[in-house]
């Protein structure tokens, strides 16, 4: 069973460009979370997504960032014009329902640079 | 708000070495708890979890103990490797109308030879 995969594991930005980071959840899995980690930091919870649902993206920036899960395919989350702050790690997790005792299991996470 | 609270990395221990990392929390409600490690250049991996008060998590030798009257869940292990040099991350999942995992800051193991 594959688990979290996430792509591309690197990805280089100039500012002004477009992000876009993709995330397939575990098989069966049918809730996305989205989590970001700034250098020295620990993970902080972005957005939530079940297929073709938004349920909660209280963690999300009001501007630029957006994430999508839609029925068939990967789940994106797309930042728009991207700011040398933008820079860090992005984690997807998936769970086979919401969570409660469930257990989220991590991607590999894509790197984000941006120059 | 829920938060997690971890002690100061990093930790530079000698092999067999005992370890512990403190991890306290606030929450809402009564939380599950849980041990994420986070190997260099890699994803977080579930090491051990705990849901309710006096569980105790346990795996690969690492434990902790869900202790509700001193908030706290922290991380141990008897007798550490090389292998075990990582950033250990401590977090939470309050289900109070939550879907998320809030996560303390992480502290960074070296266990050298």
């Known amino acids: 069973n594959a688990g979290v995969m996430q792509n591309p594991r690197h990805l280089v930005r100039r500012r002004g460009q477009e992000a876009r980071l993709r995330c397939s959840p575990m098989?069966?899995?049918?809730?996305v979370y989205w989590y970001r980690q700034l250098p020295e930091e620990g993970l902080k919870f972005m957005v939530y997504l079940q297929k073709e649902n938004i349920i909660d993206e209280s963690g999300m920036p009001k501007e630029r960032f957006s994430a999508e899960f839609p029925k068939e395919g990967p789940s994106i989350l797309r930042i728009q014009q991207v700011v040398r702050g933008d820079s860090a790690a992005y984690f997807c997790?998936?769970?086979?329902?919401?969570?409660?005792?469930?257990?989220?299991?991590f991607g590999p996470g894509t790197r984000l640079t941006v120059l | 708000g829920d938060s997690v609270t971890q002690m100061e990395g990093p930790v530079t221990l000698s092999e067999e070495a005992f370890l512990t990392i403190n991890c306290t929390y606030t929450a809402t409600g009564y939380p599950s708890l849980f041990w994420y490690v986070q190997y260099p250049g890699e994803g977080l991996q579930l090491l051990l979890k705990?849901?309710?008060?006096?569980d105790k998590g346990s795996n690969k030798g690492f434990e902790a103990t869900y202790r509700k009257e001193t908030t706290s869940f922290h991380l141990e292990k008897g007798s550490v490797q090389v292998s075990d040099s990582a950033v250990y991350f401590c977090a939470l999942y309050s289900g109070a109308g939550s879907y998320q995992l809030t996560f303390g800051k992480g502290t960074k193991l070296s266990v050298i030879p």
């Open positions: 098989k069966g899995h049918s809730h």
């Open positions: 705990a849901t309710k008060a006096d």
């Open positions: 997790a998936s769970s086979p329902n919401r969570l409660a005792t469930d257990t989220q299991y």
